[in-house]
């Protein structure tokens, strides 16, 4: 099949090569310039383990390709993919400039019956008015197209997007036709080799199925960081009972992980938006609120907890920070909770010296340009002389670090874990003040 990807994000670079990867002609189109330009040299601009080498091979077989003009693009496609990105507004609302502005210049391109997919992450209704724009320019240009716009949200994770996308436990398809359905499954059949795991349903329901989706996994999140703090006021231990409540079948042991809370591009954004289109239509989601409450006081919780063992002046302290990006295997760092803690620390007068294994470049041009840090090669290079050591991503590489040269490098031999990656039963033998998520020091 001849297919467009419009946005060639985390999502839009991973599906078009995905599909390229299965035989289809693919051109990914994106409107930032330096990105195509990159791209069309073999560069990547994000990091996503095993991306690379699939472009590379893609590329050189003649199935992907990369442009910047919409127009070309979508002219000879039987599928077009929207993968562009939905922000969040001032007022908590998705942003869908991106979403329309594409809808609009697909409208003015196309010149024959064509499938618009939607895959950016967007309020129930979005389809519709995809499809509202559309029809209005194929008015303006006389002309009378058969075209149909579906859903197909996306459910890859970031660090590991190849490999759920090329396994995936489902795909959602929100169709109204019966063709547009044969044609999805047709692209997508290459990737169940073993068992149909497409789910069909109307576009609303697709549409708000990735919310659900989304506002599910939040939500599981912030329910153990709650019980999480609690423990910690009672002297109860969340490590075991994190291991007590998953064993319970009904309740599993996925995302009930205590830390510093959620960020990333998507929960965030999505529980925002959620909100937003459930007020719009007159209902207070008081959970979905405290969803949100809850992560944006986790970080809040971690920072107090470091201030009440050094005090509100750091100016004589400096810090080591393990981790920047959002979550392991990422470079991205959109609504990272180092973002607040790497701020405020400085704030407060704190020399901070930070490493992250993918994120040391996002991190100097595009969040901390403004702070004068110091940027290890390495995570032992940036524990000389600190007096703490803050964990905030949990990378493989900061699970099982050396202890001896990491007390034998820190001036104190203090650890923040937010991600409670250590035992502190064995950090406390060696010696550390150890401070992790739902744990009493002492306790
Ligand atoms: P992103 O911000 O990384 O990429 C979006 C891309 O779209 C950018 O490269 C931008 O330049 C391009 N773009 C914007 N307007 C354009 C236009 N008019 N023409 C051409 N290109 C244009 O976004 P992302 O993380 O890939 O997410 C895309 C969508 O998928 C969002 O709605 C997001 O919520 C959803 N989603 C993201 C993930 C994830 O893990 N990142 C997972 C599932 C779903």
Redesign the pocket.
């Known amino acids: 099949m001849i297919i467009s990807v419009?946005?060639?994000?985390?999502?839009?670079l991973v599906s078009g090569t995905c599909f390229s990867e299965m035989g289809n002609s693919v051109t990914c189109?994106?409107?930032?310039k330096e990105?195509i330009r990159q791209l069309n040299q073999g560069i990547v601009p994000i990091y996503e383990p095993g991306l690379e080498g699939l472009i590379q091979r893609n590329q050189k077989n003649k199935n992907l390709f990369f442009s910047t003009s919409?127009k070309d693009s979508v002219k000879h496609s039987d599928i077009i993919f929207i993968?562009?990105?939905?922000p969040t507004l001032d007022n908590g609302a998705a942003d869908l400039i991106?979403v329309r502005?594409?809808a609009k210049?697909i409208g003015r391109s196309i010149t024959k019956k064509t499938l618009i997919v939607n895959?950016?992450?967007?309020p129930v209704g979005t389809c519709n008015l995809i499809q509202g724009i559309i029809s209005k320019e194929l008015i303006q240009r006389n002309l009378s197209l058969a075209f149909e716009v579906i859903s197909n949200p996306?459910?890859?994770?970031?660090g590991d997007a190849i490999s759920d996308f090329m396994k995936p436990d489902r795909i959602v398809i929100g169709v109204d036709s019966e063709d547009a359905f044969q044609l999805m499954k047709e692209l997508y059949s290459p990737f169940f080799r073993t068992r149909d795991r497409f789910i069909r349903m109307d576009v609303k329901s697709a549409e708000m199925t990735k919310y659900a989706a989304n506002a599910m996994l939040a939500t599981k999140i912030s329910f153990i960081n709650e019980i999480a703090n609690i423990c910690e006021l009672v002297g109860a231990d969340v490590n075991q009972v994190r291991v007590g409540v998953g064993s319970d079948s009904r309740i599993g042991y996925n995302f009930i992980y205590p830390g510093i809370g959620y960020g990333g591009?998507?929960f965030p954004?999505?529980i925002s938006a959620l909100i937003k289109l459930s007020l719009k239509h007159n209902y207070e989601p008081k959970l979905l609120a405290s969803v949100d409450e809850v992560n944006e006081g986790q970080k809040k919780l971690f920072l107090k907890k470091l201030l009440s063992r050094f005090g509100e002046d750091l100016s004589n302290f400096t810090f080591g920070i393990w981790g920047l990006s959002f979550k392991p295997e990422t470079d991205d760092m959109r609504k990272s909770p180092s973002i607040f803690i790497v701020n405020q620390l400085c704030k407060r007068g704190a020399k901070v010296r930070v490493y992250d294994p993918k994120s040391m470049k996002n991190a100097k041009e595009k969040y901390f340009s403004k702070l004068d840090l110091f940027y290890g090669e390495n995570k032992y290079q940036i524990i000389e002389n600190i007096d703490a050591l803050i964990l905030l991503t949990e990378w493989k590489e900061f699970r099982s670090p050396d202890f001896s040269e990491l007390k034998s490098k820190m001036r104190l031999p203090i650890i923040f874990d937010g991600r409670n990656q250590y035992n502190a039963f064995d950090l406390n033998k060696k010696d550390f003040e150890y401070y992790q998520i739902g744990k009493n020091k002492y306790g």
Do not use: H, M, P, W
């Not at 189109?29 to 930032?32: E, I, R, Y």
């Not at 993968?83 to 939905?86: E, I, K, P, R």
């Not at 895959?119 to 967007?122: D, M």
């Open positions: 419009i946005g060639t994000g985390y999502v839009g189109v994106d409107k930032n990105k919409i993968a562009v990105g939905t991106q502005e594409v210049e895959k950016s992450t967007a996306e459910f890859l994770k970031e591009t998507c954004k999505d």
